[in-house]
């Protein structure tokens, strides 16, 4: 098992990488300060490690609030149920939440924690790929609003985060490639050599490779770690981690969130990041190209949804967080491994990358 | 106008305090980052003072929500309203919410400022008594919930506070009541001088002169910012501003929110407090005397609900945020001035406080 600490001052956590973790108790109990806990996860996961966890969390008095699966429950009438667990089971301040599933459980349990009573502690069990290298360091919790995505919530930072590989064995496939679309991120914003890396063993991550996910989480985990900890509120540089992200959020606002997974909706932003960069001069064509192969070798979309247009993008990609004031900005590349936030680029260049994601003729 | 400041390093801020501040927009414009603002205000504040605010923020773009009335409405389906608002027109983070309106409606627009994108900027303009000498200092943000009072907020700080002495002119002479006992429980936490100076002059503040209620409400706006600068987020000393409160939220709870005003519960809440004090064998029998006489002379109820009985504070207090794995613990008086946070106390005692607070015989 490893251990890897995002310092954040008094808010700095440790995060246990390895296959088996949830069956260590140690990575439990001396994060927990109350008797209480609360356990949040969804009907997909709660059969297949809640037991599991139960029995690390031996000693404690443990309750259960069990959501329904799916980013089209990231809402409050969700958010609402953990309230009334808490408060039904009478919680105080001195509770432990428990988040056990992926990034959906993880916003949800987080935002609760951050909110219930002004605050109570939280711990991450992230069960997928995409909250294991994405949700585990940051602190972003949030819920969507009807008009947008992760429109409401806090940066709240969890007590500790344990991060089982084995627990990806049950993960479908393509919930599988949607988190390597992150991982692939990392390597595009910061680190070319990571970038080489995962153009050797994009493969051994597909299939589940336990000695390759250990080593790509990790890396992804250190990576966006350091960004964090150079900015915890998103003032400058950590907006590098939205490559891809202002386009995506659009497509899943644009198919009701569920259609399109969130790394798949990310996967296609970022080929869209990747041509938009190419079209400002920055990017080569041949590094667009190298993109373009990792992701659909990581099985992977590079084209938004078909019937999606060029003005769907416009009216979406308004509600972005990272609007300025009315003027969209991107997170483009200025190279493989290097990132810039930006609102300068031809509106006609947009249009044509809007084009293409549409397949619509040039 | 008198300026102070609450020190809380990067997230300190001003308190603008005068007669006639809320014409001044010298107050407002240096606080603001972006083109925009949201009003979040109430229908009774709204044609009282919307006119007079939007007047100090020429310039900006400023949209406004107008909620209803009262601490029924402090509930998700508000706070929900705000958001709506904010989205609807398009604010982005760099959009400024500023709240007009008494209590209610700052720990509203508060917790949507700081959960909306995961937190904006945000404005206080108290109108009154209470919310300028409490909600003004401390950056508690709430909305209640069905099982309890406040059970779901923040902690999150505004960038400014402008109180304007003249708002008062058009508040109830009840709710000015309601204010007053928490500008006594200052007095009685942490500085007799001021429980003195109270005793001299409790009627000019229940006749709202503007000289008197300037000294009271800094006095008291600083005594919480001192409280509040050693202890953001209330692990220690800062318990001491629940004075009360504990035995007051549930009698709000009883009520249903709405029936009893906060300051009235608390100052019932204070009393019952002052007497457990006392049987504990702190507080003089002299000392508890003088408290009822001044919360009497302020026009303050000292006991409960006639209808709330012994078994009802026990059922509602356990819902306390105070309650400490179980048991509950009170802010108590050592004497007037020193207060003391305690779950040591025969229930015998607590049992005839309860009674005494519901008329019964002892």
């Known amino acids: 098992m490893l251990e890897l600490k995002v310092e954040l001052g008094e808010r700095s956590y440790p995060i ?16 927990i300060k109350g008797r209480k806990v609360m356990i949040v996860t969804n009907e997909t996961v709660s059969p297949l490690y809640e037991a599991q966890l139960r029995k690390s969390l031996a000693g404690f ?17 969700s958010l609402s149920q953990i309230f009334d667990a808490l408060l039904e089971s009478a919680h105080s301040r001195q509770t432990t939440i428990v988040a056990l599933g992926g990034g959906v459980v993880g916003d949800m ?3 609760a924690a951050a909110s219930y009573q002004r605050g109570v502690d939280f711990l991450q069990v992230p069960t997928t790929v ?5 949700s ?7 819920i969507n609003h009807p008009l947008g995505k992760n429109m409401i919530g806090a940066f ?15 993960l479908p496939e393509r919930e599988v490639s949607a988190g390597i679309a992150e991982i692939i991120k990392y390597g595009l914003i910061r680190d070319v050599s990571f970038f080489e890396w995962l153009e050797e063993n994009v493969e051994r991550l597909v299939d589940l490779d336990q000695e390759a996910l250990v080593y790509a989480i990790e890396t992804s985990c250190a990576c966006k770690a350091e960004v964090v900890e150079a900015d915890e509120l998103e003032g400058g540089v950590r907006a ?4 891809g992200h202002t386009f995506g959020h659009a497509i899943e606002a644009f198919c009701g969130y569920g259609r399109w997974l969130h790394g798949e909706a990310v996967s296609a932003g970022m080929m869209m990041a990747a041509e938009l960069s190419y079209l400002r001069g920055d990017l080569t064509k041949s590094e667009v190209e190298r993109i373009e192969k990792l992701l659909v070798r990581a099985k992977l979309p590079v084209k938004g949804p078909v019937d999606m247009q060029p003005d769907d993008y416009h009216r979406l990609m308004k ?3 990272k609007v300025l004031d009315g003027r969209v900005r991107f997170v483009l590349l200025k190279t493989i491994g290097q990132a810039v936030v930006t609102d300068q680029y031809l509106p006609a260049d947009l249009d044509s990358v809007l084009r293409q994601a549409a397949s619509l003729p040039s």
Do not use: R
């Not at 995409?130 to 994405?134: C, T």
């Open 16 to 31: 246990y990488i390895g296959a088996g973790c949830l069956a260590m108790a140690e990575c439990f109990a001396s994060h």
């Open 61 to 77: 008095e443990v309750d259960c609030v069990v959501l329904p699966d799916g980013e089209a429950y990231k809402n409050w009438d």
């Open 109 to 111: 349990a987080g935002f």
């Open 130 to 134: 995409l909250s294991q290298v994405d």
């Open 136 to 142: 585990s360091v940051g602190g972003k919790t949030a």
């Open 156 to 170: 709240y930072q969890p007590k500790a985060v344990v991060i089982d590989t084995l627990s990806l064995q049950t």
């Open 240 to 243: 590098h981690l939205n490559l």
């Open 319 to 321: 509600l972005d967080k």
